[in-house]
């Protein structure tokens, strides 16, 4: 259980510089989506904090199921 949790935290961790530089990176992107859709995405310092949350929490979650599929197929291996 110790091991899962501290598993848990590394991505969480991980995560997090990964997501700046990912949030930046698609700066195109959310310029393009504010001057679409008039969805406040670009402040006058680079992307706003909802963009920081929506990249940091889809990185996660595609790391979390990366992981959980590794560990499925692990113990099935196993059987």
Request: hydrophobic residues 60%.
């Amino acid at each position: 259980m110790l091991r899962l949790l501290l598993h848990v935290v590394a991505v969480l961790l991980v995560c997090v510089p990964l997501s700046l530089v990912v949030t930046f990176v698609l700066l195109p992107l959310w310029s393009w989506l504010e001057a679409s859709y008039k969805i406040e995405s670009v402040g006058h310092s680079g992307p706003v904090e909802w963009c920081y949350v929506l990249v940091y929490g889809i990185l996660n979650l595609l790391v979390f199921a990366a992981l959980w599929y590794r560990w499925n197929a692990a113990n099935r291996a196993k059987l």
